[in-house]
């Protein structure tokens, strides 16, 4: 069966650098969220989008930016990057109505 | 906002038991999630619970108390690939984000 795809799988970056994350969601599925999970963390919420349109925001910096395309795939756009913003990146969808979240492998960002 | 409680870690013997409990504190309270995570990989989804009960799925099983704000995850037939963090997650009415707890460490040994 389909998963959620996310790429990269691995990314290192230096500080005040960008780095755009990707996520392909489930097909059919309608809604896709993205969590930060820091090491030890719980995943935190950051954003979500339904139908391309952002349907809720939580803990999300100023300095990032997240879209959902035509083709449902969504991108997490990350700006001016901070040591503390090494950590796994988790995108999720879901049917709207659905009950579970499926998760992606993850995008294992490290900011030196 | 959400408040969630869990426990950090447990050790259990292979074959045996194992009860992670997980608390809760939340307004529009629309379901709890059990989901299992090994070190460094994705949460992968186990339970569901929205109303009160008990949810069983082969060796793993779910409770839901609402008006206690409680819920249980129960581990039988332990064996060593269930070494991993467990997390609960509530979400609310009004948008289907997820709110996870600090996740709870099971080890199993032989």
């Known amino acids: 069966a389909a998963g959620v795809i996310q790429s990269p799988r691995h990314l290192i970056k230096e500080k005040r650098e960008t780095a755009t994350l990707k996520c392909y969601p489930i097909?059919?599925?309608?809604?896709v969220y993205w969590y930060q999970q820091g090491p030890g963390q719980d995943p935190q919420f950051l954003i979500s989008?339904?139908?391309?349109?952002?349907?809720d925001k939580g803990s999300i910096p100023d300095r990032f930016s997240a879209q959902q395309f035509s083709d449902y795939h969504s991108e997490l756009n990350m700006s001016s990057l901070e040591l503390g913003d090494s950590a796994l990146y988790f995108c999720?969808?879901?049917?709207?109505?659905?009950?579970?979240?499926?998760f992606g492998q993850g995008t294992r960002l490290t900011v030196v | 906002g959400q408040n969630i409680d869990q426990p950090t870690e447990m050790t259990a013997t292979e074959g045996a038991i194992v009860q992670i409990n997980c608390t809760y504190q939340t307004s529009g309270f629309n379901g709890l999630f059990w989901y299992q995570q090994h070190a460094g990989e994705a949460p992968t989804f186990l339970s569901y619970n929205v109303l009160d009960g008990l949810e069983e799925k082969g060796r793993f099983s779910s409770f839901l108390s609402r008006s206690k704000g409680y819920s249980y995850l129960l581990l039988k037939e332990l064996q060593m690939k269930d070494s991993a963090s467990y997390l609960c997650?509530?979400?609310?009415?009004?948008?289907?984000?997820?709110?996870f707890g600090k996740g709870n460490q099971v080890v199993v040994i032989p």
């Open positions: 999720a969808s879901s049917v709207r109505t659905g009950a579970e979240a499926f």
């Open positions: 997650a509530v979400r609310v009415y009004g948008n289907n984000r997820l709110a």
């Open positions: 097909p059919r599925h309608d809604t």
């Open positions: 989008f339904y139908e391309k349109m952002q349907s």
